[in-house]
């Protein structure tokens, strides 16, 4: 997976959409964030993939250029620092223990809250329109540990 420098919309019979199938972040110092998965229902299993050019330091677990978060249990949260650069994320699903992900109907509607973004998404295997996974990212400061919607 390469790191897009500009967010990716999702194409419908030859024009762009406002759905989202990558979002892009620039971060011009090392920022701390926080990504908690609200809800899946999927016959898939379902997850978020972040991709960072520079890296992320995960608390406890050492640090890796890209993290899939699978929406193992819900309201699961994991807190990391993504190192400056350019980070990208989007939503992902397994299927046939293969990684899916910006297949023709599926992408990303995002809403602004306080702290960050909140991602309602959807994959090809859903019924149109149907939710299958909502997440959010918040950015932190460094004081800061527990930032919630």
Do not use: P
């Not at 229902?41 to 520079?54: C, D, F, K, P």
């Not at 992902?92 to 297949?103: A, F, I, N, S, T």
């Amino acid at each position: 997976m390469r790191i897009k420098k500009e967010k990716e919309y999702r194409e419908l019979d030859g024009q762009l959409d406002q759905i989202m199938k990558t979002d892009v972040f620039q971060f011009s110092n090392d920022q701390l964030i926080q990504v908690k998965i609200h809800y899946a229902a999927s016959s898939r299993r379902q997850g978020v993939v972040l991709i960072s050019e520079n890296g992320f330091l995960l608390e406890g677990k050492g640090n890796a250029s890209t993290f899939i978060l699978w929406a193992d249990k819900i309201n699961s949260e994991h807190i990391m620092t993504c190192v400056e650069g350019t980070m990208n994320l989007f939503n992902v699903w397994e299927e046939e223990r293969m990684l899916g992900y910006h297949d023709q109907l599926s992408g990303m509607r995002i809403e602004k809250e306080q702290n960050g973004f909140i991602y309602y998404c959807q994959d090809s295997h859903t019924k149109e329109k149907d939710t299958s996974i909502i997440f959010s990212i918040s950015l932190l400061s460094k004081s800061s540990i527990k930032t919630s919607f």
